[in-house]
């Protein structure tokens, strides 16, 4: 026994020292990760809450207007109203209490008013006589037609309609004594006139783009289709109760009818007969005797009764998302151009309520479960943030890239796992020790390859040869069982010296390579290109993205396997072969059974990997995000989607939060998973430290 003789000048004191500087150390950087990743998840939490804030809503004091008179039209410019009363005096009013500018005196005095979907041009009926009127945000009134009420050759008009097709040019819906009459007006040309064959109707309201024309008589509901030179009767509808308004939702793709049951929504719905009008929902606690007022911006409309109860209600929602029980007596009400304030007009007082709305379409529920939205031919989960279309509404379901990012991870999972499990168990068990320490580092190191090299390799030279050897792809499982199974039968007839003992691999390697590509090759003599056999075959698709990203999982399973494999104790396999067990019995009764804690373990936290794959999904996959499609169809996955729309998203816009949403999602099942496989490798290897113990 060699003697340790301690140096004089040692100190246990500064080791001591030590030891403690050194724990602190460690406990200061454990404590300071776990306080980051409570700092990442509080600042994601931060991000993400505000989509789900309740609407809210501030009631602000009322002021007095010097003219008690009913007001035909009224509009709110956020800072400044203006109204239009029954008298003929025009005047803009200061919503800040400020004194308001002189009164515009109109004669003849107005006897009607009709106010374009984005309350920038009024139009006057004047005794039978139209004026086109635009109240400017200089709080000046501007005569785009002249300050001269015009006459129309068919005579007074009674009912009217506006909307504005463009700068300079309107397109104008009149009653008249001789039928319903379309005119198109243009500050530098000389007005069209289209008569159509109907000469009674109660409603009337034209699109925002005046291409479409509804009217009512009675329990009718015709939809006329407009052009430059005709008009065409689409359609024609019997609604079950006399409507009382007609409203346009901003895109007039949204119809709104109000009768005595409620406001239902129509819109259009692609047909053999080409679109047509379908009764979509009808907004629970709309019914009664109300005002009806809508956004100019966004698909959102209140509903205003005399008694002051008020509701606002969203295009996506059933229900009203907003409830406010107000003073009653109200009589108009007009929404801000932004909808963030609702300006209220009772007899001889307005009142301005501020509301805080910022996003009215977004809910838990919206991004769960089918929408049906404008257009579609029924519910379904759609993702689309953005469009070219300014009135485009936002889709935000995130079911699309929930079911891509499962699919995409589970048929790679499913692709790795046998492929990282045979490795394991041969390399651990049954492969020589001199082969095993080149293999084992060799895959192990497949593991060190960048993803973004691996998508690049599949979305480049993988997806188009998959889509000609199609036939080929799917046979391969088949082939190569095949023939491992015929390689078993035949290798007792191989020579003694090819039969060695842990070096099978040798001779199998080359004759399972050389069965692929016989399996690759030999099925595009007969079907070349069968990838175009099939008519919703894209090229980047499920399976090769499952293939990619399956061979970035198999290094991670194996490693973590083969460890599995190796942490069961030598004892219990030693002596299951001194009891006459063959090796393979061995493995499959002892060594895999203790292991597969372990292997477990492995699995999730390759599941881990795989949710969280961003650039192979990316570069392999078309970035569909579709929630139906098979194996030959294109998904998107939320990892992707993060990384294709986040450089789009507008800072503090519904999208650039959804997509916080989505990474918090992705962070927090990641989490769970790589948590729980811990646990359970911290199981394992407690377990058996306590069998070498007792051993």
Not at 176 to 185: H, I, K, W, Y
Not at 259 to 271: N, Y
Not at 336 to 365: K, M
Not at 658 to 663: D, Q
Request: aromatic share 8%; with cysteine.
């Amino acid at each position: 026994m060699s003697a340790n003789h301690i140096p004089v000048q040692f100190s246990d004191r500064k080791r001591r020292a030590v030891d403690r500087l050194t724990r602190r150390l460690v406990t200061c950087c454990g404590v300071a990760i776990l306080l980051l990743m409570l700092l990442l998840f509080c600042w994601l939490i931060g991000v993400v809450l505000p989509l789900f804030n309740a609407p809210g809503l501030q009631i602000a004091a009322s002021q007095q207007l010097w003219d008690r008179a009913p007001a035909l039209a009224m509009g709110n410019q956020g800072n400044t109203g203006w109204r239009i009363s029954a008298r003929g005096a025009a005047r803009f009013i200061p919503l800040d209490g400020q004194p308001a500018e002189p009164a515009l005196a109109l004669t003849p005095a107005p006897s009607d008013a009709a106010l374009s979907a984005d309350g920038q041009t009024l139009l006057l009926n004047m005794q039978g006589a139209l004026t086109l009127m635009q109240p400017a945000t200089d709080q000046q009134w501007r005569f785009p037609l002249g300050d001269k009420p015009f006459h129309l050759p068919d005579g007074a008009v009674t009912k009217m309609a506006l909307a504005s097709r463009h700068a300079g040019q309107w397109r104008i819906a009149a009653l008249t004594e001789a039928g319903l009459r379309v005119l198109t007006l243009d500050t530098d040309r000389q007005a069209l006139i289209i008569p159509l064959p109907q000469r009674q109707l109660d409603l009337l309201a034209l699109s925002p783009s005046g291409d479409l024309l509804y009217t009512t008589e009675g329990n009718l509901l015709r939809v006329w289709q407009l052009d430059d030179n005709q008009a065409l009767l689409r359609e024609t509808h019997t609604l079950p109760q006399r409507p009382i308004s007609l409203h346009l939702l901003v895109g007039g793709r949204s119809l709104l009818i109000q009768d005595r049951s409620g406001v239902t929504q129509w819109f259009a719905i692609a047909s053999d007969q080409g679109p047509r009008l379908q009764r979509i929902r009808t907004f629970a606690h709309s019914d009664g005797e109300t005002i009806l007022v809508t956004e100019s911006q966004r698909r959102v409309f209140a509903t205003l009764s005399k008694q002051g109860m008020l509701r606002l209600f969203a295009s996506k929602q059933n229900g009203p998302i907003l409830q406010r029980r107000l003073e009653p007596g109200i009589v108009q009400a007009q929404f801000s151009p932004r909808g963030d304030s609702l300006l209220i007009e009772r007899p001889g007082s307005w009142q301005t309520l501020r509301l805080d709305n910022p996003w009215p379409d977004v809910t838990w529920r919206n991004f769960w479960q089918k929408i049906w939205y404008e257009n579609y031919p029924g519910p379904d989960w759609v993702w689309q943030s953005t469009a070219a279309g300014d009135s485009y509404q936002a889709k935000f379901s995130l079911m699309p890239m929930v079911m891509g990012t499962l699919k995409a991870a589970s048929l790679a999972l499913l692709f790795a796992t046998p492929l990282a499990l045979a490795a394991a168990m041969y390399t651990a068990w049954f492969m020589a020790p001199g082969l095993r320490r080149w293999v084992k580092p060799a895959i192990e190191m497949m593991g060190a390859l960048p993803s973004v090299v691996v998508g690049l390799i599949a979305g480049i030279w993988l997806a188009p040869h998959i889509g000609q050897a199609l036939v080929g792809v799917l046979l391969l499982p088949l082939t190569l069982a095949g023939s491992l199974l015929l390689c078993g039968v035949f290798s007792t007839r191989l020579p003694p010296r090819w039969r060695q003992p842990g070096r099978e691999v040798l001779i199998l390697l080359p004759l399972l390579l050389l069965v692929t590509l016989l399996t690759l090759w030999l099925p595009t003599l007969f079907i070349p290109d069968a990838g175009d056999w099939l008519p919703h075959y894209e090229q980047r698709n499920l399976l090769v993205a499952a293939l990619a990203m399956g061979f970035a999982l198999v290094p991670l399973i194996f490693t973590l396997s083969e460890d599995a494999l190796f942490s069961v104790p030598a004892a219990l396999g030693q002596g299951s072969l001194a009891l006459g067990a063959t090796p393979w019995q061995t493995l499959t009764r002892v060594v895999l059974p203790g292991a597969s804690a372990g292997i477990f373990a492995a699995l999730m936290i390759g599941l881990g990997r795989a949710v969280g794959e961003t650039m192979i999904l990316l570069m392999a996959t078309g970035n569909t995000p579709q929630s139906e499609g098979g194996l030959f169809s294109g998904l998107r996955a939320l990892s992707a989607n993060i990384a294709i729309e986040m450089p789009e998203a507008a800072a503090g816009s519904a999208h650039y939060r959804v997509l916080f949403l989505s990474a918090l999602m992705l962070l927090l099942f990641t989490l769970v998973i790589n948590t729980v496989a811990e646990l359970i490798r911290q199981r394992l290897r407690q377990r058996y430290s306590q069998h070498e113990e007792q051993a």
